[in-house]
């Protein structure tokens, strides 16, 4: 009884499976910004493609929405690119945007977000 304990304990320390779990990297954090007004009523997107290539990559706003002048999408490619919205349908835009995000970082099932969202181009 003795020497099957010692075994079992030498195995369990020095066994090794041959299979692994792959591991995922973490997903990048989406920031974001959502508040009731802004100082940036006029000139929305262009205020925005002047400050947000500028940000370091752990400053940076992907998503924002200001329910009085619009919400944006940042795309930090290689080229940078802003898409925004009108006021009317911000909070929508903004919505969709964040769960086609998490949707790609797939934290959410699987269902084509933009395709509900094309009524708001």
Request: hydrophobic fraction near 40%; glycine fraction near 6%; charge should be positive.
């Amino acid at each position: 009884m003795k020497w099957v304990l010692i075994y079992q304990l030498y195995v369990a320390a020095f066994w090794k499976p041959k299979w692994r779990c792959s591991t995922k990297e973490p997903p990048e954090i989406i920031g974001g910004i959502l508040t009731l007004e802004s100082s940036w009523k006029t000139n929305f997107a262009g205020r925005l493609k002047n400050i947000c290539p500028q940000l370091n990559s752990w400053q940076k706003i992907d998503l924002g929405c200001s329910l009085q002048c619009g919400a944006f999408e940042a795309d930090y490619g290689e080229v940078f690119k802003v898409k925004t919205s009108k006021s009317e349908d911000c909070l929508i835009f903004f919505f969709m945007r964040l769960l086609h995000r998490l949707q790609e970082m797939g934290t959410i099932p699987a269902i084509d977000i933009l395709e509900y969202s094309r009524v708001l181009d």
